[in-house]
Structures are given as structure tokens and as C-alpha cells.
């Protein structure tokens, strides 16, 4: 069996492999803390939406359960329509909130796994600063 020649590293080329490495990873981090930013920044406005629609919801059901009643009671075309006009915004109420949950459920699906990575990058880089760090200590001398 013939064993393939294979070539021997020159240092130059592992040192600038090294810190090609090193500067990867801190784009890496610079991108994570920033994108973890951004889709916090926008959990925020999406949790938000999704809870001025629900609150929205819940005050339509009520209403359209007063205007049922208001209707039952006295069936005039004006009680029939205000029951109508309720029915009408609830349904626009609940598409558009089915709608804010599901981007919202993957806007946090998107940033748990941003805030995993994120996490990841920085322990790498902390673990790194510290082995430089113990590299590149003074040998202490021998008495």
C-alpha cells in the first residue's frame, strides 16, 4: 500500500488560519448581539400587538353579546345592524390576531435559537481571550 505524500504545514499558514479564525468569530458575535437586538426589539412590539388585539376580542365578544340580547329583545334593523357590524369587526379582529400570533410564535422561535448561538460565540471567545491570555504569560524563573 503506497502512502500518499502529504504536506507539512509552515507556521505562517497555521498562524494566519488561527486569525482568520479569531476575526470569523468576532464578526460572529458582533453579528449575533446585534441580531438579538433587533428581533428583541421587535418580540417586544409583536407581543404588544398580540395583546391589544386580544384585549380587542374580548371586548367585541362582549358586545356582541349584549347586541344579541339588545336584538332578541327588540328586533329593529338598527339592533340587527349594530349586531352585524360587531360580528363583521370581531371576525377582522380574530384573522388579524391569528396572524400576530403566528409571527410572533416565529419571531420567538427565531430568537431563542439567536440567544443559543449568541451564548455559544461568546463563551468561545471568553475561553479564547483566556487561553491568549494565559499564552501569552512570562515564564516565571527557575532559582
Sequence with gaps: MA??????????AVTKNIETALASLGTACDAGDSAVAR????????????????KKRAVLIKRKRLSAKRAKSA???????????VIKELATTKKQLVKARAVQGVNAVELAALKAAQRRASAYAKAIAQAEKSLNKKPKKRR
Design 39 to 54: 428581533r428583541g426589539k421587535d418580540h417586544k412590539s409583536f407581543s404588544a400587538t398580540a395583546k391589544r388585539l386580544s
Design 3 to 12: 502512502k500518499t505524500k502529504r504536506t507539512i504545514a509552515k507556521s505562517a
Design 75 to 85: 328586533p329593529s334593523g338598527e339592533t340587527r345592524k349594530a349586531l352585524r357590524t
